[in-house]
C-alpha cells in the first residue's frame, strides 16, 4: 500500500467550515490514511523550518536514518505487543516499558516529553496526530529522529478539539489533544476513552484536566548544560537539557527520575542520568489550580 504522506493543515482550509464541514473533512483525511503498521512511503516530501523529511541532503538524513535505524528493532517490539515506544529513560518508569494502547495519558510541563513521543512513535512506524499544539517544535522532533511524513497537525482545531480527537483515533496510533486549559466531563471523558480502546490507539491529553487517565506524566525543566562553571559561569552554548519526571498511575505506585536530552555524535538523545525511585502517595505533591477551567 501507498503510505499518504501530505501533513494535515486544516487551520487555514477550514476556517470557514461549520463543524459539520470540519469533521467531515477530517473523516476523508482520515480514509486516505493506510492501515497500521504499513510503513512503506512513496509521496511528496514535507518541509518544516527548510528541513524536508524526504530526500534531505547532508547530516541531517543520515542523523534521522541512524536513529530510526539503530532504535527500529526495540521500537518494532514494542510496537506489536500492543504498547507504543516512549524516550528512553521513559520506559523504565512505566510498568508496559511504553504508553499501552486503548488508554489516556496526561502530560504536562515541558515540551520536550511531548516532542519524544511523537519522535519514538513515528520512528517506529506509527502515525501521530497533534491537534491544538500550534507552537509545537517540529525541527527538535526531526532532530530527536521523528519522520515527519507520518505526523498529522491539526493547530486550530476549532471551538471542539475533542471531538476532532476522537475522529482521529480512527485511524491514528497516538493522538495529542492539548485542551488549552479546559476540562473534559467525566461523561464525555468515559466515550472517547470507550473509542480509543476499541480503535486501539493511544489518546495523550496535556494543558487541561482529564478525568480517568491511565498514567499521568509530568516533566520539569531540571536545569541547563553547557553555560560554564566559576568564572566562566553564563558563558558557552546551551549543549543539555535536565528533565525531573515524575509518573503517577492506576496500577503502579508513583515513580520518579532525572533524564539529560543532548547532542551526541549529531543527534539528539536521551540519557538517564538518576535511577528510577518510588515514592509514596504522600510524597507526591498535587499541581494548584490557579485559575478555574471551563467545560467543553
Known sequence: MTEVTELVELSADAAGLSRQDRLAQLRRQIASIPSRGDTSFSGPSVSVAGVSATGVSGTGAAVSESVADRD????????????????????????????????????????????????????????????????????AAYEMGAQLERLALIPAPGPDPVEIAAVLLDGMDLVILGLAGASVSPSRARAVVARARSKGSTLV??????????????????????????????????????????????????????????????????????????VSEQMVSEQTVSSQVVSL
Open 72 to 139: 527500529r528493532p526495540v521500537l518494532d517490539r514494542a510496537h506489536k505487543a500492543g504498547v507504543l515506544p516512549v524516550p528512553e529513560g521513559i520506559a523504565a518508569l512505566l510498568p508496559q516499558g511504553g504508553l499501552v494502547r486503548g488508554t489516556v495519558v496526561s502530560v504536562e510541563g515541558a515540551a520536550s516529553l511531548l516532542l519524544g513521543l511523537v519522535a519514538s512513535v513515528t520512528a517506529s512506524g506509527g502515525h501521530v496526530a497533534v491537534i491544538g499544539q500550534p507552537r509545537l517544535g517540529l525541527l
Open 205 to 278: 491529553v496535556t494543558e487541561g484536566h482529564w478525568d480517568g487517565a491511565e498514567v499521568r506524566l509530568d516533566a520539569r525543566v531540571h536545569g541547563y548544560g553547557g553555560f560554564g562553571q566559576g568564572r566562566e559561569l553564563g558563558r558557552g552554548r546551551l549543549s543539555s537539557l535536565s528533565l525531573a519526571v515524575r509518573a503517577r498511575g492506576r496500577s503502579f505506585q508513583p515513580r520518579t527520575t532525572r533524564l539529560d536530552i543532548c547532542s551526541a555524535a549529531g543527534r539528539v538523545e536521551w540519557v538517564p542520568s538518576q535511577p528510577v525511585e518510588t
